[in-house]
């Protein structure tokens, strides 16, 4: 299991503060297919790099009974003066992976051939994209953190990646954060929506996007405090969530 508990982030702005999450809970079982939904910048990435550890929160505890992957697309841990062999030596050390199998499965799984032994600065970012993944699937975690798409590289390899994550692990957790209806539909079997700072959980993924596309996106309008919290608070208790 992944629990986390009492979250909170925030990140200094020209401003002052912005706070992007605040008190989040949320707990993750072994096999299930949870999607997190929020309009760009509302802090999905935020708390997907927070469940990986590649952030700390401000506040709050992440318990984990399971190995979590970084997200897909995250390149953060890659060193670019170094081969893409030695980025995968240095990848498998960390996580106690055997190296040999993991650069096997590597050179057959990502096509980079010849370049998988030349420094990293020469990549492009969709060799840095196609190395990432086929080294995350290499190591097999528990849970797997998807930001967004799978956007890696061509049709094809999109097609093998869909196929590694979605078919072939379907005993894996998997936690993706998107605002794309189709993805979360086709993929996801609960869904909580970033709404006020925080996640309101919900046991379907069709209430999530109706609550998400019809009241959030659809009724931006201008009232008073007073009057914005009693709207807020009627739209969640509609869907049986409680602030």
């Known amino acids: 299991m992944i629990q986390a508990e009492s979250i909170s982030k925030e990140f200094k702005i020209k401003n002052g503060i912005n706070t992007v999450l605040e008190n989040v809970n949320l707990s993750v079982f072994k096999g299930e297919k949870i999607g997190i939904i929020g ?3 509302s802090g999905k990435t935020t708390l997907i790099r927070i469940l990986a550890g590649i ?3 401000d506040s709050g505890k992440i318990k984990k009974q399971m190995s979590v992957s970084w997200p897909v697309g995250y390149v953060g841990g890659f060193q670019n003066n170094i081969t893409g062999v030695d ?3 240095f990848i498998s ?3 106690g992976a055997d190296y040999k199998t993991i650069l096997s499965f590597v050179r057959s799984f990502s096509d980079l051939d010849e370049f998988l032994d030349e420094p990293l600065h020469i990549y492009s970012s969709g060799m840095k994209a196609r190395l990432n993944f086929s080294l995350m699937i290499a190591i097999d975690f528990d849970c797997y953190l998807i930001d967004e798409l ?3 590289g061509d049709a094809d390899f999109r097609t093998k990646c869909n196929v590694e994550i ?3 692990r379907q ?3 998997i936690i993706i954060a998107s605002h794309n209806d189709q993805i979360i539909k086709r993929y996801c079997t609960k869904a909580y929506v970033i709404f006020n700072n925080t996640l309101c959980p919900f046991n379907n993924t069709e209430d999530a996007l109706k609550f998400y596309r019809g009241t959030l996106k659809n009724n931006e309008i201008d009232l008073n405090p007073r009057q914005k919290a009693k709207r807020e608070a009627k739209i ?3 869907f049986g969530v409680k602030e």
Do not use: C, H, R
């Open 236 to 238: 969640l208790s509609e």
């Open 87 to 89: 980025n995968i030596k």
């Open 39 to 41: 309009a760009n910048g």
């Open 150 to 152: 799978l956007n890696v």
């Open 93 to 95: 050390k960390i996580y």
């Open 171 to 173: 005993d894996k957790a």
């Open 55 to 57: 952030m700390p929160p």
């Open 166 to 168: 979605f078919k072939k």
